[in-house]
C-alpha cells in the first residue's frame, strides 16, 4: 500500500505559480510512475500529468503545455508539480496518483491516490 498526501495548493491570481508537492509513503516508492489529475467542480476528474519512475519520459495534457512541469525526487519520494501562468481555467481540486503501469493518462492506471489539494487562479 502507498499513502500520498498532496500540498502546496492555494489561491493565486491569474498569471502566477505554485508549486504542488506529492508525498509518497508505505510500500517502496520504487517502480511507481505518478501522475497529477484535477477535477472542477461539476466536471469530471482530468488528467494533468505524469512522469516515469526515472523520469526520463513525461506527458502533459495539452491544456497545459508548456506551462505546468512535473518532476521527482525519488530519494524524498516526492512528486512536483510546477505550475506557471496559471489562468483562471486551472482552478480544481488537484490529486496526485502512483501507479506500476508506467505513463498512463486515464484514472483507472493509478492505483493510489491523495485527497486532493485545492488550487484557486483568480481573474
Known amino acids: 500500500q502507498v499513502h500520498v498526501v498532496e500540498s502546496g495548493g492555494g489561491l493565486v491570481q491569474a498569471g502566477g505559480s505554485l508549486r504542488l508537492s506529492c508525498a509518497a509513503s508505505?510500500?517502496?516508492?520504487?517502480?511507481?510512475?505518478m501522475g497529477w489529475f484535477r477535477q472542477a467542480p461539476g466536471k469530471e476528474r482530468e488528467f494533468v500529468a505524469a512522469?516515469?519512475?526515472?523520469?526520463?519520459?513525461?506527458v502533459y495534457a495539452d491544456s497545459v503545455k508548456g506551462r505546468f512541469t512535473i518532476s521527482r525526487d525519488n530519494g524524498k519520494n516526492t512528486a512536483f508539480l510546477q505550475m506557471n501562468s496559471l489562468k483562471p481555467e486551472d482552478t480544481a481540486v488537484y490529486y496526485c496518483?502512483?501507479?506500476?503501469?508506467?505513463?498512463?493518462?486515464?484514472?483507472?492506471?493509478?492505483?493510489?491516490w491523495g485527497q486532493g489539494t485545492q488550487v484557486t487562479v483568480s481573474s
Open positions: 496518483a502512483a501507479g506500476p503501469r508506467g505513463v498512463v493518462t486515464s484514472t483507472g492506471g493509478y492505483d493510489y
Open positions: 508505505g510500500r517502496t516508492f520504487s517502480g511507481l510512475a
Open positions: 512522469i516515469t519512475w526515472g523520469g526520463g519520459r513525461t
